[in-house]
């Protein structure tokens, strides 16, 4: 059963449901959701794919960027090929897709961007009684704004940690992204019973991420 405004502050308020932010700002609570914010700006992340194919030319592998998604192992490949975007006083200064331009990042149609959420959301990973689901914000869908592609799920038990967002742009629009814009929200419902055994003991490449490469304390 999905949880209403006063179930979720009930559950956040007995520690049910962690849903904590470095802003000093309490969560926005909506009648059955609760809003997600863009980190700071540092956090945005693209992928290198010039070196990623410069990398697979040594490698004799040709020029396309092809990944093996049934078995690369992503935290690897991040630590690789992930950087920020190139920053650039005027966006007539580039042609990437996505960019930075003073305390924001510019993205173009058919730009994608990984950011992660000012939130840490998540259960304990003892006793879980509840699971989350990531969604985007409808009237900012309506320009083409993509957001959390896919796996919107964050399962009872994962602990509590920031969500990486996957960011794209499918509509005409250059989208202008900041710091503090909540462009994603999760709803909430209780679960029939609580898990066996955590995230963590499941494997969970997840658990534990501080940043969108997954890099842990």
């Known amino acids: 059963m999905f949880q209403s405004d006063r179930d979720l502050r009930w559950a956040i308020a007995h520690g049910h449901l962690i849903v904590e932010s470095t802003s000093t700002k309490p969560p926005v609570i909506g009648p059955t959701s609760i809003d997600l914010h863009l980190d700071k700006i540092e956090e945005a992340k693209v992928w290198d794919i010039p070196k990623f194919k410069e990398q697979n030319k040594e490698l ?14 992503y935290k690897a490949v991040a630590g690789k090929f992930q ?12 042609l990437d897709l996505v960019f930075r331009r003073g305390n924001e990042i ?31 914000k409808s009237m900012k869908a309506r320009t083409g704004l993509v957001v959390h592609m896919t796996a919107p799920t964050i399962h009872a038990a994962w602990g ?28 909430v419902a209780r679960i029939s019973s609580v898990p066996e055994q955590s995230m963590r003991e499941a494997g969970s490449g997840t658990v534990g991420q501080q940043h969108v490469g997954l890099q842990e304390k």
């Open 60 to 73: 004799g592998h040709g020029d396309v960027p092809e990944l093996a998604i049934g078995t690369f192992n």
């Open 83 to 94: 950087k920020p975007p190139q920053t650039v006083l005027r966006s007539e200064d580039t």
């Open 106 to 136: 510019i993205v173009r149609p058919q730009g994608f961007v990984l950011w992660q959420t000012k939130e840490r959301v998540g259960t304990p990973e003892e006793g879980a009684q509840y699971i989350c689901f990531v969604d985007g």
């Open 160 to 187: 509590a940690w920031p969500v990486t967002l996957e960011i794209a742009n499918f509509g005409p629009f250059h989208l202008v992204l900041k710091e503090d814009d909540a462009i994603a929200q999760i709803t």
